[in-house]
């Protein structure tokens, strides 16, 4: 297996901490932190150690882990190349120095996290790079969209990695599985900007990780890239990610996952703050509140599943909307459930025609055919197979009457929805 480059000691250190500026500031006026923080930090060996082995110990690891390559030999020629390609990425950002608007497909830096109430107390020690998607509904001060990293060599199936695209070095990668809230305040420079056909690939291939057939684990071969056509477009990716264990990119993407979450915390709360303070300047708009609305469906249709199917055994469960490594729990009003091992069930909501519909992504699990029926009113709508030929389909769950989902074989459930109303 090819040796990864950074290895992963170096990115935990430069995700997880702490900085430098904590470590100096422990050192010299300790006063100026929480004692639950000076605590935390003489409890931590690797920081410990750290302060022991002042001044640079972390800075010639990653000198030793980066010039490797060279240190036995003089640079080759693809080496050399590779690295003006670098700089002269670089160098093509600074034409966005001065861009403050936030657009979709921009890659920004985040300096520092900030939450609505200010700066946050989270120690970053290292500058992290996003990509914005879209606005959130009602709030264009946050927006949804992915992390961006530098290392390829950790590239998975659902790492976009960037060839001619304007970005710096430092968001090399778009990870397309690892979705993330932004609060824009959190975010300093612009560092990049996708086309409009790059940004359609990183959704295609965001989808494609949300939706698309499993991967075989037994394709890992870390380090090396692919070109693959998904959805129309083409990308450059990683091969799949092996078992645990056995393939350091699987503790690469739990790093980066959680060091996505703090963001994420931000952006919630300062939806939740814009939420209560129109809800206090006006307390009776007599508006509905669609988002709120949509969640509650949602919420409501997973609730149902999961009283259908108490008797069954292992009935319901449910899992991460985007499923990662760390297997956390999704976020947000989107919820992913299982029944019985045999049928997952996707829940989302979609605007068509202006109109917000609830959606549900059915997908077999296991070599059992599921027979579906949606009805609405009285009359059936849909009657679907799940096989070999068709192992999923959407359907919508919510409209103009009332709605019912069978599920005939090989289970025989029958829910009730409840309804979208404005």
């Not at 082995?53 to 036995?72: C, F, I, R």
């Not at 890659?107 to 200010?118: A, K, N, S």
């Not at 060839?163 to 993330?180: F, I, K, R």
Request: with cysteine; net charge negative; glycine share 6%.
């Amino acid at each position: 297996m090819k040796t990864l480059r950074p290895n992963l000691a170096v990115v935990e250190a430069r995700l997880s901490g702490p900085s430098d500026a904590l470590l100096d500031r422990f050192l010299n006026d300790p006063e100026s932190l929480a004692p639950e923080l000076r605590a935390a930090i003489e409890a931590d060996a690797d920081a410990q150690e750290r302060l022991r082995d002042e001044p640079l110990a972390l800075a010639e690891e990653v000198e030793q882990d980066d010039q490797t390559s060279l240190s036995d030999s003089s640079p080759t020629m693809a080496q050399l190349l590779e690295l003006h390609a670098l700089l002269d990425r670089r160098e093509a950002t600074r034409e966005l120095e001065n861009v403050t608007e936030p657009a979709p497909g921009q890659i920004r830096l985040v300096e520092q996290i900030v939450g609505p109430l200010g700066v946050a107390d989270y120690d970053l020690p290292e500058p992290l790079a996003v990509v914005l998607g879209e606005p959130a509904p009602d709030e264009p001060g946050v927006w949804y969209g992915w992390m961006a990293s530098p290392d390829t060599d950790y590239a998975s199936p659902w790492d976009l990695i960037l060839e001619d695209d304007l970005a710096d070095p430092m968001a090399s990668v778009v990870q397309c599985w690892n979705t993330v809230l932004i609060y824009l305040k959190s975010t300093t420079l612009v560092i990049g900007q996708l086309s409009e056909e790059r940004l359609a690939a990183v959704y295609a291939l965001a989808d494609d990780y949300a939706f698309g057939e499993a991967v075989d684990p037994a394709l890992a071969d870390p380090g090396r890239r692919v070109e693959r056509i998904v959805d129309g477009h083409r990308v450059l990716t990683g091969t799949p990610i092996g078992p645990e264990g056995t393939d350091p990119r699987y503790d690469y993407q739990l790093l980066y996952h959680e060091a996505a979450e703090p963001l994420r915390v931000c952006a919630r709360d300062a939806l939740e703050w814009v939420a209560e303070s129109a809800e206090q300047l006006s307390p009776e708009t007599g508006q509905t509140d669609i988002p709120a609305l949509i969640g509650d469906v949602i919420t409501g249709i997973a609730d149902r599943f999961r009283e259908a199917t108490k008797s069954i055994p292992e009935g319901f469960r449910e899992v991460a909307l985007v499923p990662t490594p760390a297997g956390t729990e999704s976020q947000g009003s989107e919820r992913r459930i299982e029944l019985a091992n045999v049928l997952q069930i996707t829940l989302y909501s979609r605007e068509t025609e202006g109109l917000s519909i609830v959606h549900g992504r059915f997908a077999r699990l296991g070599g059992e055919a599921v027979t579906l029926e949606l009805l609405q009113g009285d009359a059936t709508v849909a009657h679907e197979i799940l096989d070999d030929d068709q192992p999923t389909v959407n359907l919508p769950l919510s409209g103009s009457a009332r709605m019912t989902l069978r599920i005939r074989e090989p289970l025989r459930i029958e829910v009730a929805l409840p309804e979208l109303q404005d």
